[in-house]
């Protein structure tokens, strides 16, 4: 329970005082962050194009549909990914083992957009995704100075 706890504490805290939540975490803290997150964000996002894919590959009954679903699965998760990436990039080789946490803004702000699409508030295709994106990169530039940096093995 403990563990969940800092968990909501990390995600909460990097929404409201980024800086000071990045300061206050132990080194081995967050280690599978971009993990739980990528979890949260395909179950959040992807269970519609998920579900298709399954029914796709129950229709089909062959190989085909297999691929459908697999497909379908690279499409929600490229995403996360390729934010991933950029937050790596922009914090560095030293203090990349905070990056799984950048993702937070990108779940937010996809979640609440397709939850208003449920509800009728059409928004254009992929506008969530770039802008829960940038500003996971704008997150991660913000405290990049606050992260401390680990030894790199020698």
């Not at 206050?24 to 967050?30: A, I, K, T, V």
């Not at 770039?130 to 030894?151: C, D, F, K, M």
């Amino acid at each position: 329970m403990h563990a969940l706890q800092r968990a909501l504490y990390r995600f909460g805290g990097v929404l409201v005082r980024p800086r000071e939540t990045v300061r206050s975490l132990r080194d081995d803290e967050g280690t599978y962050d971009g993990v739980w997150l990528g979890l949260l964000y395909l179950l959040c996002v992807g269970t519609l194009d998920m579900m298709s894919g399954v029914a796709t590959a129950r229709a089909t009954a062959n190989m085909s549909g297999a691929l459908m679903m697999v497909a379908s699965l690279g499409r929600v998760l490229v995403v996360p990914i390729v934010v991933l990436v950029a937050c790596e990039t922009v914090l560095g080789r030293a203090r990349s083992h905070r990056r799984g946490l950048m993702l937070v803004p990108l779940l937010v702000v996809v979640t609440v957009a397709h939850e208003l699409a449920v509800h009728g508030l059409v928004i254009r295709e992929f506008v969530p995704e770039i802008v829960g994106g940038v500003l996971s990169i704008a997150l991660a530039w913000r405290v990049r100075e606050a992260v401390s940096p680990l030894e790199e093995p020698k």
